[in-house]
C-alpha cells in the first residue's frame, strides 16, 4: 500500500492511493473527490464516472464521488430548529435543501497529507456557513488495503451545537463502460425505507420492503423492477431511496456485481441507511464517459436524511465538543 502526491492542477492537488494488487485509487482535493479507481481487470478498468482533468469538477456535475457535508441529502423546507433558534438553509432543490447547499463541502478545496498508508482531507466550515451553527472541523481519510478495501473514515467535531451528516457520492458502474447499471445484481440488507413524498422527502413513516419494488434482500437486477410504477419510483425516475439498514456485523450492508466485468463491490458501514441511487437525474453530461440515464448507481452510506425535523429518526445533531465518527468500507473483488 502506498499513497503519493502525483500533481497539481487548478489549485487542486492529486494522490495515488495504490496496493499490491494494482489496484489504484486517485483522490483530488476539490471536494475530497475520488478521481478514478482503477481495478486491473483486463486492460484496466476505472469504475467511477467524473472528468479527465480535476478542474473539470469544478463546474456543475451532479456531486461526482465528492464528500457531502455538513449535511447529506435533503432537508425539508431548507431549515430546522435547534436549541430553540430556526436556522435556515440555502433551498437548492425546489424548497428544500440537498447536499449542504450551494457551495456544500464538494466544492471546497481540502487541506490534504498523508499519515502513514492513509491520505487525510481536513477542512473548517465556519460557523454559519451555508446557515449551519459552529464552527465545524472535519477530516476524511481514505485508505486502500491490500485486501482491495477503499476505506473512509469521517471525524468531525464542532464549537456549537449543530447537524452533521456526512457520505460520499462515488457513481459507480462496474462494467466500467457507463452504458447502463440495469443489469448490476444488487443486494441491500435492509428490511425497511424511509418513505418520501414527491419531493424525496422523509417525513418519518417507513415502507416495509417484502413484497415491493424496494427489496434487495435476494439479490437483484437493478432493471428486474425498476420500471414498476409506484408512487415513490415514479416520483423518483428509478431507486433513490434511503434504506433502513438492518444491523449485520461483518457483512455486507449492500453488494453489488457485474456479470460483464465479474467485478463485485461490498459495502460495509457503520451507518444506520444508506441512499441507493440510480443516476435518474444524470441525462448525457460529458467527461470520461457520456453519462446517460441510469448508467451508474450510488451507494451513499449515511445517518437518516431530514432527521433534523423528523424526531423519530435517530438525530443527527452533533454536540458541541462531541466527535461525529463514520466509517465505509468498499471492498472490491475481481
Ligand atoms: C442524491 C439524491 C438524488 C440526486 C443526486 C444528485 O443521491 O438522492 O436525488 O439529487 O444526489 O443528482
Redesign the pocket.
Known amino acids: 500500500m502506498s499513497v503519493k502526491f502525483i500533481g497539481e492542477s487548478d489549485g487542486i492537488k492529486k494522490f495515488a492511493l495504490e496496493n499490491k494488487n494494482f489496484v489504484k485509487a486517485e483522490i483530488i482535493t476539490y471536494g475530497a473527490r475520488i478521481f478514478r479507481l482503477v481495478l486491473p481487470v483486463g486492460d484496466g478498468i476505472d469504475i467511477v464516472a467524473g472528468f479527465n482533468t480535476p478542474g473539470e469538477f469544478k463546474g456543475d456535475n ?2 461526482f464521488n465528492a464528500v457531502i457535508g455538513r449535511c447529506c ?2 432537508i425539508a423546507k431548507a431549515g430546522f430548529a435547534l436549541g430553540g433558534i430556526t436556522y435556515n438553509l440555502y433551498a437548492n ?1 425546489g424548497e428544500n435543501h ?2 449542504g447547499g450551494k457551495e456544500g463541502f464538494d466544492r471546497k478545496i481540502w487541506d490534504a497529507q498523508t499519515v502513514g498508508n492513509t491520505l487525510r482531507l481536513s477542512l473548517t466550515s465556519p460557523d454559519m456557513q451555508e446557515g449551519y451553527p459552529g464552527t465545524l472541523k472535519v477530516t476524511v481519510d481514505y485508505e486502500l488495503t491490500d485486501d482491495n478495501e477503499l476505506k473512509l473514515t469521517y471525524r468531525a467535531v464542532s464549537d456549537k451545537d449543530t447537524v452533521c451528516n456526512l457520505t460520499n ?1 462515488a457513481y459507480f458502474n462496474l462494467d466500467g463502460d457507463f452504458e447502463s447499471v440495469l443489469n448490476h445484481i444488487v443486494t441491500i440488507n435492509a428490511d425497511f425505507i424511509t418513505t418520501v413524498d414527491d419531493e ?1 422527502i422523509p417525513y418519518g413513516d417507513l415502507t416495509k420492503v417484502d413484497g415491493t419494488p424496494y427489496d434487495f434482500k435476494q439479490p437483484k437486477k437493478i432493471g428486474k423492477d425498476i420500471s414498476a410504477e409506484t408512487k415513490m419510483l415514479t416520483a ?1 425516475k428509478g431507486y ?1 431511496f434511503n434504506y433502513v439498514l438492518n444491523k449485520a456485523k461483518d457483512t455486507p450492508c449492500a453488494t453489488a456485481y457485474s456479470q460483464k466485468s465479474g467485478v463485485k463491490m461490498s459495502v460495509f458501514t457503520t451507518e444506520p441507511c444508506m ?1 441507493f ?1 440510480t443516476g ?2 444524470l441525462d448525457g453530461i460529458v467527461g470520461k464517459k457520456v453519462y446517460g440515464y441510469q448508467s451508474a448507481f ?1 451507494m ?1 452510506t449515511q445517518n437518516f436524511p431530514n432527521a433534523c425535523n423528523v424526531p423519530g429518526f435517530k438525530s443527527t445533531i452533533l454536540k458541541k465538543g462531541e466527535q461525529y465518527f463514520s466509517a465505509t468500507t468498499y471492498k472490491f473483488d475481481f
Open positions: 451532479p456531486y441529502n435533503r432543490d440537498l447536499h457520492h424525496l423518483a433513490d441512499q441511487y435518474n437525474f450510488c451513499e
